[in-house]
């Protein structure tokens, strides 16, 4: 999986691009998390445990979105994907055919 670790030698990174990575892993275990939470969720028959579960994936949710939110600060290649992309009305598959 490539959030354990990185692919070029640490000291031929830039502090850019090993940042980048940190925040980019992050994001893959919140959406995990979430992914998580949501199966136990559907699986759970226990009411009150359900709603735990669900306030649980809901948190992951938010962590994921502030890595986020700090990449489209922290990237502008990002930043202009989201532009584009998010809220944006339309085709998003054949977006720019």
Known sequence: MSSEGL?????RLSEETLNLHHAIASL??????VDWYRQRADDC????????LLHNMR????????????????SKDF?????????????IAHHGD
């Open 79 to 91: 930043a202009a994907m989201l532009e584009e992309f998010v809220y944006s009305e339309g085709d």
């Open 45 to 52: 028959a226990d009411p009150a445990l359900k709603e735990i």
């Open 28 to 33: 893959i275990e919140e959406m995990e998390a």
């Open 7 to 11: 692919h070029a030698p640490r000291e």
């Open 59 to 74: 948190e992951e949710m938010e962590h994921a979105c502030m890595v986020l939110e700090w990449m489209r600060r922290n």
